[in-house]
């Protein structure tokens, strides 16, 4: 965030040291008010829920992101030397082509189409989550008595063959 500097805190003398502090204070303060905020807010997970919810629900999404980047990088090619042509032609989109820089006109279609594919990705997750939090009210509440779909296993109880 800048730690000291903010307006001001450049002054020579005294004066812009005390800013320098009150602005690294009051950044440090609202980011320590921040954590406190999200900590006392969000719910504690244990490591095993964190751990299942990692590799049954972000793994797979990471491997369907990257092999969606992979489809679009393959599927929309920029066309560099058109853009740069139409530079150095001066023609009217010639300017505007190089106010925004010719790499950036050049990869926006790939751009547009990764956002709306990370949408869709996200959509998807959040369609899931959903049912799956539903699923569990309705068994919290009583009125589907199996298990959850995606439930740790029960333990295993072992008895001893030899008696006591």
């Known amino acids: 965030l800048g730690g000291w500097r903010g307006p001001g805190a450049e002054l020579p003398g ?3 040291a005390a800013l320098g502090f009150v602005y690294f204070f009051g950044k440090s303060m609202i980011m320590y008010l921040l954590l406190m905020l999200v900590r006392f807010t969000v719910p504690r997970l244990r490591i095993d829920q964190m751990m299942s919810f990692n590799w049954k629900f972000l793994v797979p999404l990471s491997m369907i992101n990257v092999l969606g ?3 679009v990088q393959k599927l ?4 560099y ?5 139409e530079i ?3 023609s009217a989109l010639g ?3 190089d106010a925004l820089g010719a790499n950036f006109v050049a990869e926006l ?3 547009i189409a990764l956002f709306g594919l990370n949408v869709v990705i996200l959509a998807a997750l959040g369609a899931i989550i959903q049912r799956l939090i539903h699923e569990e009210r309705l068994r919290v509440e009583g009125l589907v008595t199996e298990p959850p779909r995606f439930a ?3 333990p295993v109880e072992v008895s001893s063959a030899a008696g006591d």
């Open 76 to 79: 929309i090619v920029p066309q």
């Open 152 to 154: 740790p296993p029960k």
């Open 109 to 111: 279609p790939r751009a």
């Open 88 to 90: 150095q032609s001066g």
């Open 69 to 71: 980047i992979a489809f």
């Open 14 to 16: 005294i004066a812009g």
């Open 81 to 85: 030397d058109s853009i740069l042509g």
């Open 95 to 97: 300017g505007f082509y």
